[in-house]
């Protein structure tokens, strides 16, 4: 690094400023509406840091990818890893099948440097609902920083080559200034990708570049600028945290005044004889303390709110508190054992550190989402919550019908009575519509597509996250399947109905062109009705951590969901049969979530296996057999 430069306390006391408001901001703290933007002064701290090294070496001639990265690998790679093992251990105890699944997801882009895209391709904001429950949402920032190592070495060193020191301070000015706008327009009209993403960040990691291409230039001030300069930087900081809330355009121009901060404080501390006073009170053991191991904080305090939060726990100050002493022995131990060992001790060469730190995990952690996703999320982790083991399920045969794949449900007969078709939903209602064939004597099978209702119209799916579901021969299966059930002397129809339209895409033309089609074939038309909605995976996710810690859910009730679309299509095709399971589940507008004891939903809006299979019982005993006599 520069021949002017030393190791400066105040520097890790800055970082202590840093780290620690967005700790507080996390644990709910609301004093510190803004503490986010503790991350933006880390950001201008890093491209400081690594800028003067760079700078100096290059130079100097000493550069090398080999060694800058090496450097890097040992900085971030052990703690970070020692952090998703332990981290990956407790999600496989309270996360959910599905959200398991999300989570290996998640770790696998973390290890690729690429988590910033994964969660804006799957929260949309940083600020959005349900994202306090991510444990690795926090590594967006790191994927920033380390997409930032592969790009700038490159830059420096082709301006060395190649220009003058004049002409690369020229591109380096036109290029920030670039960099700003393209920030303050993402911010007002892309604000979650402005918010992940490196070309929207690039201006905060540049300013501390800038500062350390000047470093050596810099003017020496007395100590009375830099106190001045010092308390100004200071206030830039605290002042925005306390001023700024999630609600406020951002990053863009309001992420200026933080990282502006951050600059004059390194700035007021150059000189350490005639350092500004809040470098000085910055450089103070404690403080100091705090910014060493303010990397293993960042990485700990997120995992460990995410799963309090996860499991709904109110983040009340005793539970906070909790959380952050929890945190601060964490950091402080994987400090000690992990991050300085291996990066003053357990030295190794960049390709052993290469195999050890990245590509042994990230290879594992490709397998382990195969596997996890496989397995489905490991169901079987909540068999005696879901699924007690006195109660047998009938097997259903898998079949295939043509090119559709399902299974048969009722009596086997020669020839099959119906179908019965839908989407998810109807994959989760198989148990409950078996219950219904075998007492009526029928044969029906049952085809299930996920993503796809079963409705004429080659409709646009609005989620990003279920397109591979709409690839060609699964549209062409629906439409088979469609049409195949008009051949029947009834068909079920299951979807994850809506109360509006367009639903899932769809028009009201497209669902009743569907129900004339079957109508002008003589096909008896039953309609089943969704389950009531959870309101929401954190309601969810707060239920079954209930059911996991107590395992019984005490007056825990949902709300009635009456379907518009569905009770419309009794008025206008009278004829349709409407099955509506959800009756034997509320009173009063509110539905029990259990049946005899036993938790009958596999997520926010699917029903399990036995639940489903339970609510048949149930229906049939309350209500009759609506399939009778088809």
């Known amino acids: 690094m520069s021949k002017n ?32 933007i503790g991350v933006d002064v880390f950001f201008v ?16 001639g000493e550069f090398s990818f080999k060694k800058f990265y090496l450097r890097r690998i040992r900085r971030l790679l052990p703690a970070l890893l020692f952090v998703l093992v332990v981290t990956s251990v407790f999600c496989f105890y309270y996360l959910v099948p599905g959200d398991f699944i999300a989570y290996g997801n998640s770790l696998r882009y973390t290890l690729l440097s690429l988590s910033n895209v994964y969660f804006w391709l799957n929260t949309g904001s940083y600020f959005s609902k349900n994202v306090d429950e991510l444990p690795l949402l926090h590594t967006w920032s790191l994927s920033v920083e380390e997409q930032f190592y592969f790009v700038w070495p490159v830059f420096l060193l082709a301006m060395s080559r190649f220009f003058s020191r004049t002409t690369t301070w ?95 404080l390194i700035a007021s501390g150059k000189h350490q004889e005639q350092a500004g006073i809040v470098n000085r009170i910055l450089a103070i053991k404690p403080v100091v303390a705090i910014g060493l191991i303010s990397y293993a904080l960042y990485l700990w305090h997120w995992p460990i709110l995410a799963l309090i939060n996860y499991q709904g726990i109110e983040l009340t100050k005793p539970v ?94 020669e020839k099959l009575d119906g179908l019965f078709i839908g989407d998810s939903m109807a994959g989760a209602y198989l148990d409950f519509v078996n219950v219904l064939a075998v007492d009526a004597r ?6 299930h597509l996920s993503g796809l209702p079963p409705f004429f119209g080659q409709f646009d799916y609005p989620r990003e996250d279920a397109l591979e579901t709409r690839t060609p021969d699964k549209l062409e299966q629906n439409e088979l399947r469609i049409k195949e ?7 079920i129809l299951s979807a994850s109905w809506a109360n509006g339209f367009p639903y899932l895409g769809h028009s009201e033309d497209d669902i009743n062109r569907t129900i004339e089609y079957y109508l ?100 049939l005993k309350i209500n009759g057999n609506p399939l009778s006599g088809l």
Not at 46 to 60: A, M, N, Q, V, Y
Not at 442 to 447: D, N, P, R
Request: a positive charge; one cysteine or more.
């Open 45 to 60: 701290l890093s491209g400081f840091l690594i800028t003067l090294i760079l700078d100096r070496e290059i130079r100097s």
């Open 170 to 264: 020229v591109l380096f000015i036109l290029g920030f200034f670039a960099a700003f706008g393209i920030a303050d327009w993402a911010a007002v009209n892309k604000a979650s990708a402005a918010y992940y993403f490196l070309p929207t960040r690039a201006y905060e990691l540049m300013l501390g570049a800038g500062l350390a291409l000047a470093w050596d230039d810099f003017p020496r001030l007395n100590a009375r600028q830099n106190n001045l300069l010092s308390l100004v930087g200071l206030s830039m900081i605290i002042g925005t945290s306390l001023l700024l809330n999630k609600s406020r355009v951002f990053p863009g121009v309001n992420a200026l005044w933080p990282c502006l901060g951050a600059a004059l």
């Open 485 to 491: 059930a008009g051949n029947y002397r009834f068909v």
């Open 442 to 447: 029928l044969f029906i099978y049952g085809s």
């Open 320 to 413: 906070a508190s909790f959380a952050i002493g929890a945190s601060v022995i964490m950091a402080v131990l994987s400090y000690f054992f992990i991050e300085k060992p291996f990066r003053t001790k357990l030295i190794f060469s960049f390709e052993k550190s290469f195999v050890i730190w990245l590509l042994i995990p990230l290879v594992m952690s490709v397998f382990g989402y195969q596997y996890v996703q496989g397995k489905d999320g490991f169901k079987e982790r909540f068999e005696n919550l879901f699924n007690p083991s006195n109660k047998v399920l009938p097997d259903l045969e898998k079949a295939n019908l043509g090119k559709l794949s399902g299974s048969y449900l009722g009596v086997k007969k």
């Open 5 to 36: 430069f030393v190791y400066r306390p105040d520097i890790d006391g800055l970082r202590a400023v840093a780290v620690l408001l967005v700790v507080f901001y996390h644990a709910g703290f609301t004093t510190i509406k803004g503490g986010f």
């Open 520 to 619: 002008n074939n003589k096909v008896k038309v039953i309609v089943l009705w969704k389950p009531n909605f959870f309101g929401g995976a954190r309601i969810y996710n707060q239920s079954v951590a209930q059911l996991m810690r107590t395992k019984t859910l005490v007056d825990f009730k949902i709300k009635d969901q009456p379907t518009k679309i569905v009770a419309d299509l009794k008025e206008k095709y009278p004829d349709i049969i409407l099955i509506n399971p959800n009756d034997v589940l509320c009173r009063d507008g509110e539905c029990d979530v259990q049946i005899d004891g036993t938790f009958i939903y596999s997520d926010q809006a699917h029903l399990n296996r036995l639940g489903s299979f339970l609510l048949g019982e149930k229906y």
